[in-house]
């Protein structure tokens, strides 16, 4: 299967369907709250950080992204500390990214709304 093709049948899943397919695979599903900063469902390949704090882990994810890329950013669920901004959310959208994933916090929330809007 061609990435196209896995891509767009990947953008037509649920939520659902990714969890009961974890299930099914014995792949441990962990669950957190998740709230949109703009409407949708990024699909793509992933491109995995883990931020330990300095944006330049992101810099060096966006240098190796190709188009349709979703970046997963891995700041441990911390509640103290939003590691993306509109910056981050610019240079992911200049790098051709199909959407960002924080667990975690983000901060700008109006700012990125607008670079979503663009």
Known sequence: MK????TARFAELTTAHVADACLRAKVTV???GLTAALPGRPAGRVLPARHVGSVDIFLEAFGQAEPG?????????RADEAC?????????K??????????GL???SADIRAIGEE
């Open 106 to 108: 983000h901060r700008d």
């Open 84 to 92: 993306v901004g509109d910056l981050v959310v610019l240079e992911a």
């Open 69 to 77: 890329d979703v970046l997963v950013v891995d700041n441990g669920g």
């Open 94 to 103: 200049t790098a051709g990214l199909a959407g960002l994933v924080v667990w």
């Open 3 to 6: 990435p196209d093709e896995l």
């Open 30 to 32: 962990r669950c957190v």
